[in-house]
């Protein structure tokens, strides 16, 4: 669909700039309000439609969420609010409060002074684009409140923290613990900074807590799954078994060993597929996006296991898992999808799902992925003053065909638009790490120089 507010994730940008404003997110809580919680919507408590509403811990959560409380109420919903939680924790309690919708204020791993709504149908799942547009509409529309005794009522779920950490726990094997392991939890100073190391702690980790100390500003600031040197060095530091890096709104995961070597999405991903396929377990085949590395698909070929590529966004890969009937899916980026755990990606139960297939084999991490041999694969992200049609430029074309020359057929180039920043990322994969390196920065010069060109 063609896309006025609603990126790949949501809506986001920079707060007091369109449309993360607060008379817009007032318009989009109404007109949320009216498509996902209708006069014929499940979820209805006393009579009404009920919508839950999460955020993570960056200051413009306060403002937003109370302009869309005031929205929802307009149009007739009621309100459960939760405070500060992890977006898959949102997607939880509204399917398991048997709620309309749920609402995330965040703007995940952007910083602080960006923000952004993304939504869960009544399921617990993303919308779909089709359900994206009936809002979009519906926010041109004139707001009309509804008379006194049809308006929605707000009230907080004092208990919704606990009921999301007893879920998380369901996700591991009871016959398995984490009893002697430390582990360094970075929870980028975002959603998860309270839960996430209760979690790993109650399943029995020593567990060294990082980025667990939010102010409304300091969300994924040198911390987190974005910024994973810190979570390297602290382990490293104080001689842990394992780092695990969330973003700040706990979708996503990064890990890393010992020694502080960091695994991302692919290679985490992989580990929860080879255990799977070793007991019998996996259902299907995998799903990945076109920033999936190549090495990842090679293998499961060999080890015939089926694999698709979906585009980039958690979104679609689980579209795509959905309409084939599988269950794993992922990004390199770490969001990683086990449909029969959660119903979307999940940082904390992802985490657990890797911690179990290495305690199951009594393996370390490194030894349990090192038959998958990634490609070099370098992402250099240019940042534009606004939108640039890189497709369009003859001196960007003309860049990634002379590398795709260059490569002759040993590797591949890729360049899309951010769907959640305003930037353009240009990935170069393939045999030698020096050339590819080579390769992006070249194409890199080109989108930036022509970017600035059209500003």
């Not at 919708?101 to 919308?127: E, Q, R, T």
């Not at 951010?418 to 070249?442: F, Q, Y």
């Amino acid at each position: 669909m063609s896309r006025r507010y609603f990126g790949t994730d949501g809506i986001r940008g920079k707060v007091g700039e369109a449309p993360i404003t607060p008379d817009f997110v007032l318009k989009l809580g109404f007109a949320a309000g009216r498509v996902l919680a209708g006069a014929d919507a499940p979820g209805k408590k006393g009579g009404k439609p009920a919508v839950l509403i999460g955020k993570d811990t960056r200051i413009s959560g306060y403002m937003l969420e109370s302009a869309l409380e005031a929205g929802f109420a307009a149009a007739g919903c009621d309100v459960l609010l939760v405070g500060p939680m992890p977006t898959p924790g949102v997607a939880f309690l509204t399917r398991a409060l048997r709620l309309s919708a749920g609402v995330m204020i965040s703007a995940s791993h952007n910083p602080f002074d960006d923000n952004g709504i993304k939504f869960f149908s009544g399921d617990g799942m993303k919308l779909p684009d089709a359900v994206e547009a009936a809002i979009e509409t519906a926010i041109d529309s004139p707001m009309q409140c509804k008379p006194s005794l049809a308006l929605g009522k707000a009230r907080r779920v004092e208990d919704a923290a606990g009921r999301y950490l007893e879920f998380c726990k369901s996700t591991f094997p009871n016959a398995l613990n984490l009893n002697g392991m430390k582990i360094v939890v970075d929870c980028a100073h975002g959603a998860a900074y309270d839960v996430a190391p209760k979690l790993f702690y109650e399943l029995g980790a020593e567990v060294i807590a990082i980025g667990d100390r939010p102010d409304g500003l300091n969300i994924n600031a040198g911390v987190g799954a974005t910024h994973t040197k810190t979570m390297s060095a602290k382990v490293v530091e104080v001689g842990a078994d394992m780092g695990i890096a969330l973003d700040g709104d706990a979708d996503r995961l990064m890990m890393c060993d010992a020694s502080g070597r960091v695994f991302d999405g692919d290679q985490l991903l992989y580990a929860v597929v080879k255990d799977r396929l070793a007991n019998g377990q996996l259902k299907g085949g995998v799903v990945g996006t076109l920033m999936t590395n190549f090495a990842f698909e090679k293998k499961l070929a060999a080890m015939n296991v089926p694999f698709a590529r979906a585009k980039v966004g958690d979104r679609y890969v689980l579209e795509m898992l959905i309409a084939r009937g599988w269950e794993c899916g992922g990004e390199n980026s770490g969001h990683i999808l086990c449909l029969d755990k959660h119903t979307t990606g999940d940082g904390m139960i992802s985490a657990l799902q890797v911690l179990a297939a290495l305690a199951r084999n009594r393996v370390a991490l490194a030894d349990y992925v090192a038959d998958l041999v990634m490609s070099p694969q370098v992402l250099i992200n240019i940042r534009t003053a606004g939108k640039f049609d890189f497709a369009a430029s003859s001196a960007v074309t003309q860049a990634v065909r002379a590398a795709e020359v260059t490569l002759a057929g040993s590797g591949r180039v890729l360049l899309r638009a951010s769907g959640t920043e305003p930037l353009i990322r240009v990935m170069v994969e393939g045999e030698n790490h020096d050339l590819v390196n080579s390769l992006a920065k070249s194409i890199a010069a080109v989108v930036e120089t022509e970017s600035k060109g059209n500003s």
